[in-house]
């Protein structure tokens, strides 16, 4: 695992102590040390992400290439950037630790994370020229609880929320978010125009019914 700077920090200190110093570093001496070392050694402080594993895995640089050729058959520049939209889910658990700092090179791996966790899923959906939908969040349940909207007065007016055992976008939900998302950019079309929706290769996604209602 690569170095945080407090650990660098913990280790310094204790170097000190063994060699008998009563001084003691400030709080700012990993970073103010970094930047003391050789360009050669070329270290920083990275933020490390949290990813799940299979998201690490699925970054193919020859993949993306390809997927971007594939692209340029669809969207060209006399495409308007109203009618490109993109839509993704991300997952996160309530109270978990967040990204950290490491001392590494500038592309410092991600950092692998327990992906069965029990997960609230948000469904996100912006245009190219910087419209948006509104959230959906998914929960974890069979029926609604009145405790998910305490405090929640700062939600957008028209988030949708949903319940899956698991807590995950399904099949079912993706269908009936596309009739919400058909219906917000219904007054974004004009007559024989239709709309470029870009979305990953989820499970959920990839359906008869889902395909044929984009």
């Given amino acids: 695992m690569p170095v945080t700077p ?5 280790m310094a200190q204790l170097s000190l102590v063994r060699a008998g110093s009563d001084h003691i570093l400030g709080d700012r001496w990993a970073y103010r040390f970094i930047k003391r070392l050789p360009e050669d050694v070329k270290l920083s402080s990275v933020k490390q992400r949290t990813k799940e594993y299979k998201r690490i895995q699925a970054e193919d640089v020859w993949k993306l290439d390809v997927w971007y ?4 058959n669809v969207i060209n520049k006399n495409t308007p950037a109203r009618l490109v939209y993109n839509f993704d889910e991300c997952g996160f658990q309530p109270e978990k630790g967040k990204n950290r700092k490491v001392i590494g090179q500038k592309e410092g791996p991600d950092l692998g994370e327990n992906e069965h966790s029990e997960t609230i899923t948000a469904l996100e959906c912006i245009a190219a020229d910087g419209w948006f939908m509104d959230p959906l969040f998914v929960f974890k ?3 609604f609880q009145e405790v998910w909207y305490d405090n929640s007065e700062g939600l ?5 929320i949903a319940v899956s055992p698991n807590g995950w976008i399904s099949h079912e939900l993706l269908l ?4 919400h998302f058909q219906e917000a950019t219904k ?3 004009e007559p024989n125009e239709k709309r470029i929706v870009i979305f990953d290769g989820h499970n959920s996604h990839l359906t008869v019914e889902s395909l044929e209602k984009c």
């Fill in 6 to 10: 407090v650990l660098l920090h913990e």
């Fill in 69 to 72: 050729m594939k692209l340029k």
């Fill in 141 to 143: 349940g069979t029926t």
């Fill in 156 to 160: 957008p007016p028209y988030t949708l």
């Fill in 176 to 179: 009936e978010w596309l009739g």
């Fill in 187 to 189: 007054e974004r079309v």
